[in-house]
């Protein structure tokens, strides 16, 4: 019984790993993640990733920040405390509008970003969980689940065929850190 | 990426020969893992004495008031506010460049959004501290904030225009703060991976656990873009709010509805200025001249064309318009900034503002690296006098000519500014040390489609227009980096 966990394939070209990615696919290799350390536009697609809904997120941020804030200023200016100047309106929608705005941006970057790094599970002081260190540096890394991918060595000769530079076998799933 | 189809005649975006993926982190991380240079060591020495000055400049002024300031009954504003509009205008570059030119998809922001962006941070700070100090008890700063209170119903004035610039100001710096760190994890996590021992934690910390799968891509992407869409009117709302502290006054010469868009030009104007003092300096010291290339310094020398010249028509509208208005008070505050006792300001901030940039007109100038150097600098000094002028020369002869009187700096407003840009200085010297001040990630991305080397590579295949060929290899001449005899 194999020890091997992850089969990785190492390429130094971007467009070689699409071609990895497309041979694996060809032969039902179902692939475990990609590691790139710039984003590989047209990827999404290729791994049948769905589009990010954080969109939808940042709007919903940005809709709660704008209504806080006027429900605020309206608290504070025109029922607590509604002071007459000259006659003039306490209700001055006018006024109100470019702190609504400011709050509006602030609660949908920060909102967003929050959810961003919650989905992601990103936080302050999280062990990284990397599947080899150049990932970060110069290699687009193919991750492959050996577990009920056997056998091994096709999948060795697939990605080497695709020109991957390294081919590696893990028998940890994470290399570092932990 | 790869994918990127990009016409010849476009100048590359990333210069030399055998550049990699791997050089490429090399180059941008080597001022990060190695021991600072000796031209590092003098910089970070002048600055932090600078900053030095700033600590005790400021802490006098909390300790016996703005009463040490040089401030009279009549000019109540003065270096302060020139300070911080002349900051808070700086910073906007940052901004600009990360996120109107990453929503116009200009992909030479790449190498320089990161210099920026921290410039950005950096001089917001500089702009906060000033604001804090001048309301001369700090510690009140918190009533600013609408917080309830022992007062009883004693809210914050949310229809003041100063209201406004707390909630602007505080917003910016956090959303630019924000985009700043959230577009730095993968490249804190490049610094990770090649670090050992202490590093390798601090930075693992630091990196929130970056992996650079391809969800997080997707989603990092998404992130970036909807931040560079709200950032874009948020840089255009907080100068449009800083110019309101004026414009909603009915001081002349303040009054007036040209200031939100002349403003925020103005800002551009001096932000690209400031991110020329820069890079300039940085690609120099710092080895990057293939990935700062003359491209960039021409492509910013060219914003600094375009804004200068909103900037000056901006100066000659408000002349128009006091005339125009037929408002004896606001014809006089124009008459006398140009002919009064602050004459000398305004002639200095018209020579800096409205001639210098209109020099760059001339190819070989903008593309000559000590004149755009020189010139930015004539920039930033004619910034903080178009602020100096708006501010003083308004406020000196006000209404009541019984009140009228000169402002004239005391040592104490002299420390602060030196020492602002101090601080200023220092704090970008320590973020060139201790973080990428290239985006790697976003660098790596134009490899394969707009670096020298896949051009030239498209030329020696030979499936190329000749004419365009040759227009293309004319216009590498321009680039110090580039060797052009590669291409005879």
Known sequence: MSSTKFILGLFDDPDNMLHGIEKLQKNSVPIYDVYTPMPIHGIEAKLGIKESRLGYAAFMFGCLGGSTIFAIIYFTMVHDWPMNIGGKNPFAIPDFIPITFEWTVLFTAFGMVATFLFATHLFPGRTPRVMDYRATDDRFVIAIDAKGNTPHADIDSILKEAGAVEVKHNDRKYVSYE | MASHNESIIREPLITGKDITYAQITEDVLRPVENMPTKAWWIGFTVSSLGALLWVFAVSWTFWFGIGSWGLNKTVGWAWDITGFVWWVGIGHAGTLISAVLLLFRQNWRNSINRSAEAMTIFAVICAATYIVAHMGRPWMAIYSLPIPNQYGSLWVNFNSPL??????????????????????????????????????????????????????????????????????PLVLSVHTIVSMDFATSLEPGWHTTIFPPYFVAGAIFSGFAMVQTL??????????????TMFHIESMNKIIILTGSIVGVAYLTEFFIAWYSGVEYEQYAFINRATGPYWWAYWSMMSCNVISPQLFWVKKWRTNIAFSWVLSIVVNIGMWFERFVIIVTSLHRDYIPSSWAMFYPTWIDVSVFIGSIGVFFTLFLLFIRVLPSVAMAEVKLLLKGSSEQAKKKLIDEGHLDPSHVQFYKESLTKFDSVDVADYQ
């Open chain 2, 279 to 292: 890079l300039l300096v940085a690609r120099k010291v710092l080895a990057l001249e293939n990935y700062i």
């Open chain 2, 163 to 232: 209201i406004w610039d707390v909630f602007a100001i505080s917003t910016y710096f956090s959303v630019s703060l924000v985009f700043w760190y959230t577009g730095l994890l993968p490249d804190i996590a490049s610094i990770r991976d090649r670090a050992q021992g202490i590093r390798r934690k601090i930075y693992s910390i630091c990196s929130f656990g970056w992996t650079g799968s391809v969800k997080t891509w997707q989603r990092f992407e998404t992130v970036s873009l909807i931040l560079a869409g709200v950032s874009t």
